[in-house]
């Protein structure tokens, strides 16, 4: 039994087996906590499997978790469908459409395939029924996602169009298309800068958006940014990890922000640390950050041999061992307007 969160230890279901629900997201409902994510357990960087399923547990204290099974197995028997081990599923998120009473998940699939997978269920746990295959809205190579429910049912949808711009428009009342108007955000940045790891939550009257940059799976700088609407305009307000001798936001990506019940102002940031072998100090994140971005603007960015090789050498997404990945989940708080994450080595609910 677990009384506290470890933030960067690995962390175990009920049973004594690693927890394997990365870059997914919470869903509070009849008094539990569901925890759902990419299964990484067969992903071992040599096999060619990239997520093996989508993995579900159960908990009522947000510490300990038991294992509900695969919600959305892997397509086995046909190698095209967007659900096949070897495609590359990513970063589930599910709500609950209240107009029809389905469950509606979203899964991008990055790679050549740079498309959504949407799938809807009578239920939390499924079964989920893939509904639409190699959706590209706008036409676009998609990138990293998030969606946003508003008290009213609305629903946004946040993504990197052709590893540029973030975009953001509305969804159908049926949350299983885009309709509406269309915005624009980061606009005109290359790698490393253009913007990952999308998750949006509101506070107050205003909105928030917090981001990575693109280097893989190597962590790097967040950023966070304010709108007055969900379509924005999202001015960036800077980084959200505060006292962050790495620069690479407490070597984690976030996946999620969650406002916890009963603490008032108070939210939970899920984070993974993908590559936990392979730690980013404040010098291999600007050694990392010069080599990327000299590939694109090499007058203003230089790197020496000796450099170019430690790019070389850092881990990559299709040979990274991720069934090891660990989770980095940390309090929120908004202070003058700007998200703030502190670093604790444990935390509990009661002490927030």
Not at 58 to 79: F, M
Not at 168 to 187: F, K, M, S
Not at 273 to 286: F, I, K, L, Q, T
Request: charged share 20%; net charge negative; aromatic share 12%.
């Amino acid at each position: 039994m677990q009384t506290a969160i470890y933030p960067g230890r690995p962390w175990l279901d009920t049973q004594g087996n690693r927890i394997q629900a990365h870059a997914g997201g919470l869903f509070y409902e009849n008094g539990q906590w569901y925890w759902y994510g990419e299964n990484k357990e067969k992903t071992d960087g040599k096999n060619g499997i990239w997520t093996w399923g989508i993995r579900a547990y159960r908990s009522a204290d947000l510490y300990n978790w038991t294992d509900c099974g695969l919600i959305i197995p892997p397509v086995q028997d046909n190698p095209d469908s967007n659900l096949a081990p070897q495609k590359h599923v990513d970063r589930p998120h599910i709500f609950k459409n209240p107009r029809t009473g389905q469950y509606v998940c979203w899964l991008k699939l990055s790679g050549k395939e740079a498309c959504f997978a949407l799938l809807t269920a009578p239920a939390l746990l499924g079964p989920y029924t893939l509904v639409r295959e190699n959706y590209r809205p706008l036409g676009m190579d998609i990138g990293d996602f998030d969606l946003y429910q508003a008290a009213d049912g609305a629903a946004y949808l946040y993504f990197n169009g052709n590893h540029g711009s973030v975009y953001v428009t509305t969804l159908t009342e049926d949350y299983l298309d885009i309709t509406g108007p269309v915005t624009e955000q980061y606009a005109g940045l290359h790698p490393p800068f253009v913007r990952e790891g999308i998750a949006v939550f509101r506070h107050g009257d205003k909105y928030y958006m917090l981001t990575s940059g693109m280097t893989g799976y190597i962590p790097n700088r967040s950023d966070a940014a304010v709108a007055d609407t969900p379509l924005g305009p999202f001015v960036p307000v800077g980084n959200p990890h505060r006292d962050d001798d790495s620069g690479a936001s407490f070597n984690s990506q976030i996946s999620q922000v969650v406002p916890l019940p009963g603490k008032p102002g108070v939210y939970l940031a899920l984070a993974d640390r993908w590559v936990p072998g392979y730690p980013v100090d404040a010098h291999r994140a600007d050694v990392l950050t010069r080599a990327i971005a000299a590939h694109y603007e090499p007058d203003k960015y230089t790197v020496t041999p000796e450099e170019a090789r430690e790019l070389a050498g850092c881990p990559l997404l299709g040979t990274a061992n991720t069934s090891v990945a660990d989770y980095v989940w940390l309090p929120l708080t908004v202070e003058e307007g700007k998200p703030c994450i502190r670093w604790r080595d444990a935390w509990t609910l009661e002490e927030l």
